[in-house]
């Protein structure tokens, strides 16, 4: 069996002169190497170009970043919001509508998370602390590797599968979340203080949303790697 391709998103430094850098952490390659993937890092390009790009990849992982530009999900900014960059958001609004319509196997990571939910119909919460004054903190300064807090999984999900129904001690690197999801998921995590931490699709297909973030904590704590071997795993029942 051949090795899946699976294409990671990346964003632009602008702060880069005279031209913006492709930027990635380079963590996201490392564990779908180790997962037994190919990594095709995706720069920001013309949405267009994604009709192009969907059928060449076996499996897509949606990375982390800034946050979404509020319009995209119906809103005006809030106080609290970040900064955001819509060539990165259209593009990777594209991306993942034309994977779902091609059944890709999709796993979004923490503003990717967001970004699925954003490009399936759903809303976000623009910055946690502002909106729910008890909300445990999501966005400590601390290194990726380490813990910050429980979430619950829902038992019968595939997030239960690939850890364990019950509790799970994740990192945490966040002030945005899921407001509500798209029609297309179910929730199969929260917080203790109801943060969505997790959504799976409904229909059973490989597309799995995380707020927390696995590839920070893999090499530390193998466990975490689960996600994207399970996504390897998905995309290579694609490849004859």
Same mark, same amino acid.
């Given at each position: 069996?051949?090795?899946?391709?699976?294409?990671?998103?990346?964003?632009?430094?602008?702060?880069?002169?005279?031209?913006?850098?492709?930027?990635?952490?380079?963590?996201?390659?490392? %564990?779908?190497?180790?997962?037994?993937?190919?990594?095709?890092?995706?720069?920001? !390009?013309?949405?267009?170009? !994604?009709?192009?790009?969907?059928?060449?990849?076996?499996?897509?992982?949606?990375s982390g970043g800034n946050d979404v530009a509020p319009w995209l999900f119906g809103m005006e900014p809030l106080p609290g919001i970040g900064s955001w960059d819509t060539?990165?958001?259209?593009?990777?609004?594209?991306?993942?509508?034309?994977?779902?319509?091609?059944?890709?196997?999709?796993?979004?990571?923490?503003?990717?998370?967001?970004?699925?939910?954003?490009?399936?119909?759903?809303?976000?919460?623009?910055?946690?602390?502002?909106?729910?004054?008890? %909300?445990?903190? /999501?966005?400590? %300064?601390?290194? /990726?590797?380490?813990?910050? /807090? /429980?979430?619950?999984?829902?038992?019968?999900?595939?997030?239960?599968?690939?850890?364990?129904?019950?509790?799970?001690?994740?990192?945490?690197?966040?002030?945005?979340?899921?407001?509500?999801?798209?029609?297309?998921?179910?929730?199969?995590?929260?917080?203790?203080?109801?943060?969505?931490?997790?959504?799976? !699709?409904?229909?059973?297909?490989? !597309?799995? %949303?995380?707020?927390?973030?696995p590839e920070g904590l893999f090499l530390r704590y193998p466990a975490f790697l689960a996600p994207f071997k399970a996504l390897v795993d998905a995309a290579s029942h694609?490849?004859?």
């Amino acid at each position: 069996m051949a090795t899946p391709l699976i294409g990671i998103t990346s964003a632009e430094d602008h702060s880069r002169q005279p031209a913006p850098y492709v930027v990635l952490k380079n963590s996201y390659v490392r %564990a779908v190497e180790a997962a037994g993937g190919i990594p095709v890092v995706l720069p920001v !390009a013309d949405k267009q170009q !994604a009709r192009l790009l969907i059928p060449r990849l076996d499996g897509i992982i949606f990375s982390g970043g800034n946050d979404v530009a509020p319009w995209l999900f119906g809103m005006e900014p809030l106080p609290g919001i970040g900064s955001w960059d819509t060539r990165r958001d259209e593009w990777e609004i594209e991306l993942c509508n034309r994977a779902w319509d091609a059944w890709l196997p999709m796993l979004g990571i923490c503003r990717g998370c967001q970004l699925m939910n954003v490009a399936r119909g759903g809303t976000l919460i623009q910055d946690i602390a502002r909106s729910n004054s008890e %909300a445990i903190f /999501h966005n400590p %300064a601390i290194p /990726h590797d380490e813990f910050c /807090h /429980h979430i619950h999984i829902e038992k019968g999900s595939m997030l239960s599968t690939l850890f364990a129904p019950g509790t799970l001690l994740v990192n945490s690197l966040h002030h945005q979340a899921v407001e509500e999801p798209a029609a297309d998921f179910k929730v199969t995590a929260r917080s203790q203080d109801g943060i969505i931490e997790a959504l799976e !699709a409904k229909d059973g297909r490989f !597309a799995l %949303a995380l707020q927390f973030h696995p590839e920070g904590l893999f090499l530390r704590y193998p466990a975490f790697l689960a996600p994207f071997k399970a996504l390897v795993d998905a995309a290579s029942h694609r490849v004859d």
